[in-house]
């Protein structure tokens, strides 16, 4: 048997729900194709995206990464000591999301709208959490390769093209 994840989507940001009605059922669905596609464990788990704002994320960035500015997207992969702590469900992690950010992105890439942008991010986040990594050229373009087979699964170009 095949484990599970279950994907929590937190709004933490109004700007996404009035730019993007549909933006929780964008998010649920990108992360099921990770899961789909790349989550091989018998065991079940939770993730959650946060849904946020630059404030938030420039937070996070400067005190986890040391990095004083926002970004697009922030993964928190909760580690394997930390997921045998006893409880009902363990996470995988968690995925945050600005939505300025991210916003303003989209707009400068006239291909890509603002929903393709937050479900190839949501991709982009969930392999985090899952170990996937881009640090070293090799493994960089095997997490690429993966999002742009997800993507697809999706309808969505490669972002990378």
């Excluded at 704002?53 to 930390?82: C, G, I, M, W």
Aim: glycine letters at 4%.
């Amino acid at each position: 048997m095949t484990g599970t994840v279950e994907t929590i989507v937190q709004i933490k940001s109004p700007d996404w729900q009035t730019a993007l009605p549909n933006a929780e059922a964008l998010c649920q669905k990108a992360a099921a194709a990770v899961w789909k596609a790349a989550h091989s464990s018998d065991k079940n788990f939770e993730a959650t995206v946060v849904l946020s704002d630059d404030a938030f994320v420039q937070y996070l960035n400067r005190d986890y990464r040391h990095q004083d500015k926002p970004t697009n997207v922030l993964s928190f992969p909760t580690s394997e000591k930390e997921r045998s702590i006893l409880e009902d469900v363990p996470s995988l992690g968690d995925i945050v999301i600005a939505f300025e950010t991210t916003n303003d992105e989209a707009q400068g890439t006239p291909a890509t709208s603002l929903g393709d942008h937050l479900s190839h991010l949501v991709v982009h986040g969930c392999l985090h959490v899952l170990g996937h990594d881009h640090e070293e050229n090799a493994a960089a373009i095997e997490m690429e390769s993966l999002e742009t087979k997800i993507l697809a699964s999706l309808g969505i170009d490669d972002p990378y093209a």
